[in-house]
């Protein structure tokens, strides 16, 4: 009875259908180290697919990222995309969207929304980028952990801007990451797929510290012409060049009144990038949506982990009414900005 009860409240979690018209594709692909200070890297690649005959894709392919119990049945989950399957063909190139993965996170942490965006037509791209992901495994064996603290240092104000300085070097090794992976992807290294996308005009979006640094790759990067930040601080990185989207967590209360003697260094951060936010949007094309009951992991594959919201700490709402909550602008946004020659 009791193991029953169990499995109930943590299945072997399932993501929603995708919704779109396309099926979808998937590829791991290494990118051969670069330079002294260049690692390998790890990228996937999730795209329009013609069919579904072959094997489907697991939802972690490196079950060694999955979490610890109660939540460990995610190992054996599998989703809705086949591996190596052959690109859809379209009248124009398919669009390309870099996904950034948060502090410590990996490129498997929001698959659900990945493969919404791959079944409407764009190609999206994620890298494990080194010592900033949980870890990344080499095909050859080797193994390569995060080197970042679990959690950045807001202790104080002294604290907070030693973390600003490193973000944006580690914004800057992102940056040369991405572009080392997009110059491999365009070429033979994904055969097929790299001639039918249009690895120019790309769109970027990410969650939490993947979401600063989509606002940093559209303020400083003229082919990302469109971005969206998930619940990421907007750091003091510079404005978007053009359209861009924001998603937020439900407000803490103390974000909406004014500001008090009592509050702590990380909380003046907080309001710090919040006028950044709002600044922002007195841009073009800009728009947010903040999502009420929900939490800052509401923005993650964690919604799927448990049909109860309160155990996988992903505020109160039914996981599917968050998940298309965020999708369905996310998949609009891009298809305004990105889709046509």
Not at 162 to 188: K, P, V
Not at 190 to 214: K, N, P, Y
Request: charged content about 20%; aromatic content about 10%; glycine content about 10%.
């Amino acid at each position: 009875m009791g193991g029953a009860v169990l499995y109930g409240v943590f299945p072997v979690p399932e993501l929603p259908e995708t919704g779109g018209r396309f099926q979808v594709g998937t590829r791991i692909v290494e990118i051969p180290q670069g330079g002294p200070v260049d690692p390998p890297l790890v990228a996937q690649v999730w795209y329009p697919s013609r069919h579904s005959a072959g094997l489907v894709a697991r939802w972690l392919p490196d079950v060694t990222l999955a979490p610890s119990f109660p939540f460990h049945r995610i190992a054996a989950a599998r989703i809705k995309a086949t591996v190596d399957a052959p690109v859809a063909s379209g009248t124009e190139p398919w669009p390309v969207i870099f996904y950034e993965h948060g502090w410590l996170g990996h490129r498997n942490e929001n698959v659900a929304q990945v493969l919404a965006l791959a079944s409407r037509g764009f190609v999206i791209v994620a890298v494990d980028h080194p010592g900033q992901a949980r870890q990344i495994n080499y095909r050859n064996g080797k193994s390569f952990p995060g080197t970042l603290p679990t959690m950045p240092d807001f202790s104080s104000a002294a604290a907070i801007a030693s973390f600003e300085n490193e973000a944006r070097r580690l914004m800057a090794d992102r940056t040369r990451q991405i572009e080392r992976t997009r110059a491999a992807l365009a070429g033979r290294l994904i055969g097929d797929l790299g001639e039918t996308a249009r690895w120019s005009r790309m769109g970027v979006f990410g969650f939490s510290f993947g979401g600063s640094t989509a606002l940093h790759l559209c303020a400083s990067h003229p082919d990302f012409v469109a971005g969206a930040n998930q619940d990421g601080l907007h750091l003091d990185v510079g404005e978007p060049r053009g359209p861009f989207l924001f998603f937020d967590q439900e407000m803490p209360p103390w974000l909406l009144e004014k500001p008090s003697p009592q509050e702590n260094a990380e909380m003046a951060m907080v309001r710090k990038a919040e006028q950044r936010i709002l600044q922002s949007m007195k841009g073009s094309d800009r728009a947010r949506h903040i999502l009420q009951g929900t939490t800052h992991l509401s923005f993650t594959d964690r919604l799927f982990y448990s049909p109860l919201p309160w155990i996988s700490r992903t505020g109160n709402r039914h996981p599917h009414e968050v998940h298309e909550a965020i999708v369905g602008p996310l998949a609009s946004f891009f298809q305004k900005h990105l889709e046509g020659p």
